[in-house]
T-cell receptor
Framework: QKEVEQNSGPLSVPEGAIASLNCTYS??????FFWYRQYSGKSPELIMS????GDKEDGRFTAQLNKASQYVSLLIRDSQPSDSATYLC????????????FGAGTTVTVRA | DVKVTQSSRYLVKRTGEKVFLECVQD?????MFWYRQDPGLGLRLIYF???????EKGDIPEGYSVSREKKERFSLILESASTNQTSMYLC???????????FGPGTRLTVL
């Protein structure tokens, strides 16, 4: 079982719609969770971090964490063409606190 | 804002050459990381340093070594470059455990 799994995509949404990205992780004692956005040919850019159960909102982005279900998600509201990118879910290992495990990424395309 | 810089955006080397990739961060972060990113394989951790002169192997350290003589600088060394080391190399830094990592712009290395 992979440490971090994301829905593989690609995900295509019309402009103005909500894009929903999902991520599950295997390490039950993981402490911190991150969403990165990566444009083609560029490096990952942090867009959200979440540490406790529930929702965290930042502008058009909402991260949701459910530690009991080992599940973290990202919602992008009012999707824009500039949101077209690959989104990486990253989870801090509970046993090795330096290790950040990344999912393979979900590619999102927002259709104008 | 955190700034992580890498010495080259693009690099072309020949098989057997010794290659140095440099990374500098300006936020006095304790931890620094080297990853490589390949299509279909995602981000993989090569080496990690949690303090000056300290280093730990990541998931794929074979064929690589690192050096951290100063807090702000973390170097990745390919002792004898091989074609299977052609990849995008990403440096990241972080302040403390469980916090987010910030990435540099990446170096796309081609070994011929």
């Amino acid at each position: 079982q992979k440490e971090v799994e994301q829905n593989s995509g690609p995900l295509s949404v019309p402009e103005g719609a909500i894009a929903s990205l999902n991520c599950t992780y295997s390490d039950r004692v993981s402490q911190s969770f991150f969403w990165y956005r990566q444009y083609s040919g560029k490096s990952p850019e942090l867009i959200m971090s979440i540490y406790s159960n529930g929702d965290k909102e930042d502008g058009r982005f909402t991260a949701q964490l459910n530690k009991a279900s080992q599940y973290v998600s990202l919602l992008i509201r009012d999707s824009q063409p500039s949101d077209s990118a690959t989104y990486l879910c990253a989870v801090n290992s509970g046993s090795n606190d330096y290790k950040l495990s990344f999912g393979a990424g979900t590619t999102v395309t927002v259709r104008a | 804002d955190v700034k992580v810089t890498q010495s080259s955006r693009y690099l072309v080397k020949r098989t057997g050459e010794k290659v140095f990739l440099e990374c500098v961060q300006d936020m006095d972060h304790e931890n620094m990381f080297w990853y490589r990113q390949d299509p279909g394989l995602g981000l993989r951790l090569i080496y990690f340093s949690y303090d000056v002169k300290m280093k730990e192997k990541g998931d794929i350290p074979e064929g690589y070594s690192v050096s951290r003589e100063k807090k702000e600088r973390f170097s990745l060394i390919l002792e004898s470059a091989s074609t299977n080391q052609t990849s995008m190399y990403l440096c990241a830094s972080r302040q403390g455990s469980y916090n987010e990592q910030f990435f540099g712009p990446g170096t796309r290395l081609t070994v011929l």
